[in-house]
């Protein structure tokens, strides 16, 4: 991910790249259908790593009206990408959004205000005046040199902005980590590196410091997960052959969670992250399940895949400047039509279809 913005800026010229990928690890059951649990909708919270972040702000905004919370992972505001009118969704993601030279030339925070705000008005998103109670999480390692805090400070400017009350913010820059979700797992990548798979040790796991931030009083996480990883025909979901979204996704259920109603957390991986690339090593390892076990929490892992021909993109990276739709000059990926965002809002709702088990 060190180099994720040469690579974009390279894909932005049309190169065609092949990634390796590595052997997957699913410790998941066979696909099948995700299934409808009962969860509580209007209790729903988000968060994600990089563009796994972008894609946490876009769904999180789009969808504020059922959102209580959302944990941005070294990503930069919504709509970062259209900053600067002069320049190309892509290149505003590959320098504005990313590591810009100076702040100046950084996210346009205040026109992304008003931008947001006039598409709350045309109902194209989730009315806006639904965030300002709920609780934010903010990441940016001293070491990250592919987001710069530089970037990820204008998030937190954009959440106040719209009313979000300043305590209601958790906003992070004092770790030296690099470019990565953080753990407590001594296997994982040392803290200050950018390494794939981009999950770092740094003596704590940064799932349950956003789990609790956004949800308040919460019981300390099971030592081990026990509940039951559902491997699911992602493509159900999907209505554009131009996703770049798996085949297959991932929820995790506690065991009580068939049987009563819980809470749901989507969690969005980073480039490079998917399942197709590193296999369970994000949804099993990053910390979210065992917290899932002891607080009533279902979580649920979309996925993205690296795809080299049409959409391009090579680093399987979550769309934040539009490849999902590369026919349109301005494509949406930031609506509530935007390919990605439909696809994974549908998953959501299924997850919200009434549990005849728990009847």
Same mark, same amino acid.
């Given at each position: 991910?060190?180099?994720?913005?040469?690579?974009? !800026?390279?894909?932005?010229?049309?190169? *065609?790249?092949?990634?390796?990928?590595? *052997?997957?690890?699913?410790?998941?059951?066979?696909?099948?259908?995700?299934?409808?649990?009962?969860?509580?909708?209007?209790?729903?919270?988000?968060?994600?790593?990089?563009?796994?972040?972008?894609?946490?702000?876009?769904?999180?905004?789009?969808?504020?009206?059922?959102?209580?919370?959302?944990?941005?992972?070294?990503?930069?505001?919504?709509?970062?990408? #259209?900053?600067?009118?002069?320049?190309?969704?892509?290149?505003?993601?590959?320098?504005?959004?990313?590591?810009?030279?100076?702040?100046?030339?950084?996210?346009?925070?205040?026109?992304?205000?008003?931008?947001?705000?006039?598409?709350?008005?045309?109902?194209?998103?989730?009315?806006?005046?639904?965030?300002?109670?709920?609780?934010?999480?903010?990441?940016?390692?001293?070491?990250?040199?592919?987001?710069?805090?530089?970037?990820?400070?204008?998030? +937190?400017?954009?959440?106040?902005?719209?009313?979000?009350?300043?305590?209601?913010?958790?906003?992070?820059?004092?770790?030296?980590?690099?470019?990565?979700?953080?753990?407590?797992?001594?296997?994982?990548?040392?803290?200050?590196?950018?390494?794939?798979?981009?999950?770092?040790?740094?003596?704590?796991?940064?799932?349950? !410091?956003?789990?609790?931030?956004?949800?308040?009083?919460?019981?300390?996480?099971? +030592?081990?997960?026990?509940?039951?990883?559902?491997?699911?025909? #992602?493509? +159900?979901? *999907?209505?554009?052959?131009?996703?770049?979204?798996?085949?297959?996704?991932?929820?995790?259920?506690?065991?009580?969670?068939?049987?009563?109603?819980?809470?749901?957390?989507?969690?969005?991986?980073?480039?490079?992250?998917?399942?197709?690339?590193?296999?369970?090593?994000?949804?099993?390892?990053?910390?979210?399940?065992?917290?899932?076990?002891?607080?009533?929490?279902?979580?649920?892992?979309?996925?993205?895949?690296?795809?080299?021909?049409?959409?391009?993109?090579? #680093?399987?990276?979550?769309?934040?400047?539009?490849?999902?739709?590369?026919?349109?000059?301005?494509?949406?990926?930031?609506?509530? +039509?935007?390919?990605?965002?439909?696809?994974?809002?549908?998953?959501?709702? !299924?997850?919200?279809?009434?549990? *005849?088990?728990?009847?």
């Amino acid at each position: 991910m060190d180099s994720f913005s040469k690579l974009l !800026r390279r894909v932005s010229r049309s190169a *065609v790249i092949v990634l390796p990928f590595l *052997v997957s690890t699913h410790t998941a059951i066979a696909a099948d259908k995700l299934p409808a649990l009962g969860v509580n909708l209007e209790n729903t919270s988000v968060s994600g790593l990089s563009s796994g972040a972008f894609m946490t702000s876009q769904f999180y905004v789009v969808n504020s009206d059922i959102m209580v919370g959302a944990g941005v992972i070294a990503g930069g505001p919504y709509l970062c990408a #259209q900053s600067y009118a002069y320049q190309s969704y892509m290149v505003n993601a590959t320098t504005a959004c990313m590591n810009p030279l100076t702040a100046s030339v950084g996210p346009n925070t205040q026109m992304l205000v008003s931008k947001t705000k006039k598409l709350s008005k045309e109902k194209k998103i989730d009315n806006i005046d639904n965030i300002k109670d709920d609780k934010i999480y903010i990441f940016s390692g001293k070491a990250d040199h592919v987001v710069a805090t530089k970037v990820v400070d204008q998030t +937190e400017k954009f959440f106040l902005d719209l009313g979000v009350d300043a305590d209601s913010i958790l906003y992070n820059t004092n770790v030296d980590a690099g470019h990565a979700i953080i753990t407590n797992n001594k296997k994982d990548t040392e803290c200050d590196l950018t390494k794939a798979p981009f999950i770092n040790d740094c003596d704590f796991e940064q799932s349950h !410091r956003i789990i609790r931030h956004i949800y308040g009083d919460t019981k300390p996480p099971s +030592e081990k997960a026990t509940g039951k990883i559902i491997k699911f025909d #992602q493509l +159900e979901f *999907v209505d554009s052959e131009y996703t770049s979204m798996s085949k297959h996704a991932y929820a995790y259920v506690p065991d009580q969670c068939y049987s009563q109603s819980c809470n749901l957390h989507v969690v969005f991986h980073g480039c490079l992250q998917g399942a197709d690339v590193i296999g369970d090593q994000y949804y099993a390892g990053t910390g979210y399940n065992e917290i899932a076990d002891t607080n009533n929490l279902v979580m649920l892992y979309p996925q993205v895949h690296p795809s080299k021909g049409k959409p391009l993109n090579p #680093q399987g990276c979550w769309d934040f400047w539009g490849y999902s739709l590369p026919e349109e000059s301005q494509p949406d990926y930031f609506t509530k +039509e935007a390919p990605q965002i439909k696809a994974v809002t549908k998953m959501v709702k !299924r997850l919200a279809q009434q549990n *005849v088990a728990a009847q």
